[in-house]
């Protein structure tokens, strides 16, 4: 097929993408991360529809780069603040502990299954335990979100959990780039002092650019030229990475990072990065869908299942502690089972492993990627959903209510909606999380309509 | 460039900041290339553009200060990065920023096509009509006539004197082409409003059509003059008209659809303007359908036959700081300096011929018409630039005339250089020195109007 054809059906998915965030039409459909875009993906790809060829994805392999490292800019950009506000210190180091827990509860035995049962070398056994860590650490906090949207779900626990799904994002981003500076890919350059001076230079270039684009976003005020400069600084960065062969995937989520941290506008520069964070998503997650190969059966299955079942253990664990961090009486018992949701993170290492180490290792960690983003949006998302009701931060009306959609309402309805919100019963000091979603919904859209994208 | 917004003025501050972020840009970009040498086209596209992107935006910013347009800018970004200077912008990228050139390409005529208005082109039909008239009759004999009388100091002094005939003809058509990019950028960053401006949108636009038409009635032509067994074609005419008309069906379905969806849909625009600029810049290539003139047409029908002109405009004007940045970098980029040097001195003799040739005219098709003094004094200013058409229109006469292709490009890319070199800065001039720039701010505020509203 054409590769302008591609294209252009990316861009018509991308489109597809806004349109499911921006009319909030459908909302109620769908699984929190978007992950069923990722099955559409491996039913267009060449193992079943072949509208995606090996060949064309090949050449599209620097659009999914680009793709995947803008992801992970709005996600720095975003990285260590929930809801607006910025995350305490201690849960950061929180979330970042029990992802660690989760990577290592993952890893360490899957690589020493395929220790046992593969001839795999030490090159490959360690793409294979950075991997496996990298793409089961994550709770994605989309799943949290999602229950919050949906179900209005507010509360201590919800925070919790909102911030430690925030904070263990960070995880997967350093292993990559600690993978990447330490097993050369096969477009990597040789840096003097390698790998430390590559860990170094990835954190310098996302670090330099941020900065920058903190500078110069803050002193221009119209949001053409801030668009220009949001593309310039990551384009340049993806290219500059690519061409070291370094990580761009970390490098972007350092200077995400560093651009927010550093910008007096900060919010502008969030709310104008979260405009394309769907838009780019769901392109993403067809093409890691089409890039998916069923490995043979042997010895993948076996590890898949020691994969999936150490995850289960390592996030029941990570429930048990947050729900004694909370002293909750009633410690909710599917919490564990909750933290499973993995979404577009994973997704996105898994992807970034397999185009950077072509070959069997890292089509099963994208492989691994996509089942452990199939489990946990589907049944941990369920379980996240109990665990908070049991908690009573769903109330049992929210909780049975249809997620079937509501009337879209105007950027006028939605100020309105807030205003009401804030000037109702509750103390206006302690705005739930509803109102807050409304009067962020409300500038969002309005700051849409005057992007006019 | 304002790009629909108005710009504050710069602080000293603000000016320090774009200046350290020019050195810490080009400074990423040369290092990485110093470190890693190799040419590596995809890669290097990713980076270069980011690179031109940023460098363009803030040397044009820079360049504010000694007062001249952003398009140069842009264009001397491009230049320092390119293969002739730093080579930080190898040839294979500016390969691979074909399709982001050809996207820009189709955004500016779509742009260019919705500031045209039936009621503007109405009230000042009687300057276009002589000014359209007395340019593409007489700059072309101009340029022809100065070419052969330059003839032995260019490449094809070895021609017999039928072909040389030929190459003076084709290269007369090159002379009449003007710039719609090159006017689009600058009134996006002036944003005037006044008669010269209205005039310069008008004149120009209609200027590629004619041009289009003219250079493929002048190639069937000239190719009895290089080949003497080769006879006129219709054959040739034909195919002509097929593309013509074809282009102009095609582009007022764009512009009927485009404007439904405006109406209707209205969101994400921006998404929708890429896929057409990519999916149809690609199809029209592949079906031989003129591009540009489609494009052009679409914009026309939306202004015209639907009430969202205003609202194509807005959208096209926000992606206005990415497209006409690439656009103009990469020109720059794709500047030859040995080939300046090598035939710099009759390319500017050329240049020169044109300009006066085309002030000339300009001031006496004003005074037939009975322009207002402005326009006869500056409805000049916007004749001079050439780019994308002018670049075009001398890959088609090298494909269709392959062996003066190579002098024909050489001599031609020279002189588009020259001129997309100084037209910007003349064209600025003419609109600051009118009392024009600004104008438009003024009269609506931010919002983005279409000239002939302003």
Redesign the interface.
């Known amino acids: 097929m054409s590769p302008i054809v591609v294209l252009t059906g990316l861009l018509a998915l991308a489109y597809l993408g806004s349109m499911l965030v921006g009319g909030r039409t459908i909302r109620g459909f769908g699984l929190p991360s978007g992950t069923e875009f990722l099955v559409l993906g491996v039913f267009l790809g060449p193992r079943f529809m072949g509208v995606f060829t090996r060949q064309g994805l090949a050449g599209y392999s620097i659009i999914t780069i680009v793709a995947l490292a803008w992801l992970s800019f709005v996600m720095g950009s975003d990285y260590g603040y929930a809801a607006g506000r910025k995350l305490p210190a201690k849960r950061m180091f929180f979330g970042l502990a029990l992802a660690l827990l989760a990577g290592l509860f993952t890893a360490l035995p899957a690589v020493a299954l395929a220790f046992f049962l593969t001839d795999l070398s030490l090159r490959e056994l360690l793409i294979l335990g950075l991997g496996v860590g990298a793409v089961s650490a994550e709770t994605t906090p989309y799943a949290i979100r999602f229950v919050v949207q949906r179900y209005s779900a507010d509360g201590p626990l919800t925070r919790l959990l909102a911030d430690v799904c925030e904070a263990d994002d960070a995880l997967p981003i350093v292993l990559l780039a600690v993978l990447a500076t330490i097993v050369p890919g096969q477009t990597t350059i040789p840096l003097p002092g390698m790998p430390w001076t590559g860990l170094a230079s990835t954190l310098a270039i996302g670090a330099t650019l941020g900065a920058t684009c903190a500078a110069l976003f803050d002193i221009e005020p119209r949001s053409s030229q801030r668009w220009g400069i949001l593309l310039g600084t990551g384009l340049l960065c993806v290219g500059v990475c690519l061409r070291l062969g370094l990580s761009a995937v970390s490098a972007m989520f350092v200077m995400g990072m560093l651009a927010t941290g550093l910008a007096k506008e900060r919010r502008a520069l969030q709310e104008l990065l979260a405009t394309t964070e769907r838009a780019v998503m769901l392109p993403a997650l067809v093409l890691a869908g089409a890039h998916i190969v069923f490995p043979d059966a042997m010895p993948f299955v076996p590890i898949a299942i020691v994969v999936v079942v150490m995850r289960v253990v390592a996030k029941g664990f990570s429930g048990r502690i947050l729900g004694r961090t909370l002293e909750a009486k009633h410690g909710p018992q599917s919490l564990g089972l909750g933290l499973l949701p993995a979404g577009i993170l994973s997704i996105a290492i898994g992807l970034a492993f397999a185009m950077r180490y072509p070959g069997v290792v890292s089509e099963w960690v994208l492989a691994l990627a996509a089942l452990n983003a199939l489990i946990g949006e589907v049944v941990g998302t369920a379980f996240l959903r109990r665990a908070l009701r049991n908690a009573g931060e769903i109330s049992e009306a929210s909780a049975g209510a249809t997620p079937l959609p509501v009337r879209k309402l105007s950027p006028a309805e939605m100020r309105a909606a807030a205003r009401l919100l804030r000037t109702s019963t509750r103390p206006p000091a302690r705005s739930s999380s509803a109102t807050r979603q409304l009067e962020g919904r409300a500038r969002r859209r309005s700051s849409q309509s005057g992007a006019g994208t | ?5 108005a ?2 003025p ?1 602080s000293i ?2 000016r320090i ?2 200046a ?2 020019l050195i ?2 080009f400074a ?2 040369l290092i ?2 110093r ?2 040498p ?1 040419k ?1 086209s ?10 031109l ?2 460098a363009g ?2 040397t044009s910013e820079l360049m504010e200060i000694a007062g001249l347009p952003h398009v140069s800018g842009y264009i001397l970004a491009g230049l320092v990065a390119g293969p002739d200077v730093l080579s930080l912008i190898d040839d294979s990228t500016l390969g691979g920023l074909a399709p982001v050139n050809a996207l820009a390409l189709a955004l500016i005529a779509l742009a260019g096509g919705a500031e045209l208005e039936i009621g503007m082109l109405r009230s000042s039909a009687r300057s276009i009509a002589w000014s359209t008239a007395l340019q593409h009759a007489i700059i072309p004999i101009i340029a022809f006539g100065a070419f052969l009388l330059l003839a032995r100091f260019t490449p094809f002094a070895r021609l017999d004197t039928m072909s040389l005939v030929g190459v003076a003809l084709l290269w007369g058509v090159i002379s009449a082409t003007r710039s719609p990019a090159a006017l689009l950028a600058i009134i996006a960053q002036v944003r005037p409003a006044g008669p010269l401006t209205t005039f310069s949108v008008a004149f120009v636009m209609l200027s590629d059509v004619v041009c289009v038409i003219l250079a493929a009635l002048v190639i069937a032509f000239v190719r009895p003059l290089f080949d003497p067994v080769a006879a006129l074609s219709f054959e040739d005419l034909k195919h002509l008209g097929f593309e013509m008309v074809g282009s102009v069906a095609l582009g007022a379905c764009l512009g009927m659809g485009l404007g439904a969806y405006l109406k209707l849909i209205g ?6 303007l ?2 057409i600029g ?2 149809l810049s ?1 199809l029209l290539r592949y079906i031989q359908f003129d591009a540009l003139l489609s494009f052009l047409v679409a914009g026309f029908a939306v202004r015209n036959f639907t009430d969202q002109g205003p ?1 194509l405009l ?2 096209i ?6 497209v006409f ?1 690439i656009f103009f970098a990469v020109a720059g980029a794709k500047v030859d300096l040995g080939l300046l040097r090598s035939v710099g001195i009759v390319a500017l003799a050329l240049c020169a011929v044109r300009g006066v040739g085309s002030v000339v005219i300009a001031k006496y098709s004003s005074k037939v018409a009975g322009d207002p003094p402005v326009l006869r004094k500056w409805g000049w200013s916007s004749l001079v630039s050439q780019a994308g058409l002018s670049i075009g229109l001398t890959v088609v006469i090298g494909r269709a005339f392959p062996g003066i292709a190579t002098e024909f490009t050489t001599l031609s890319l020279a002189c588009i250089t020259i001129n997309q070199l100084i037209g910007p800065i003349a064209f600025k001039l003419g609109l600051d020195r009118s009392g024009e720039s600004g104008q438009a701010v003024h009269q609506e505020g931010a919002t983005v109007t279409p000239l002939s509203q302003r």
Do not use: C, D, I, P
Request: zero cysteines; hydrophobic letters at 55%.
């Open positions: 460039m304002s790009h629909g917004e710009a504050a710069k501050t603000t900041v774009q350290a972020a810490v840009v990423v970009l990485a290339t470190l890693v190799e590596q995809v890669v290097g596209t990713v980076a270069g553009l980011g690179f992107l940023l935006t803030l969101r994400n625009r921006l998404v929708v890429l896929a990519f999916s690609e609202k807005e959208a004007e926000r992606t206005g700081a990415v940045v």
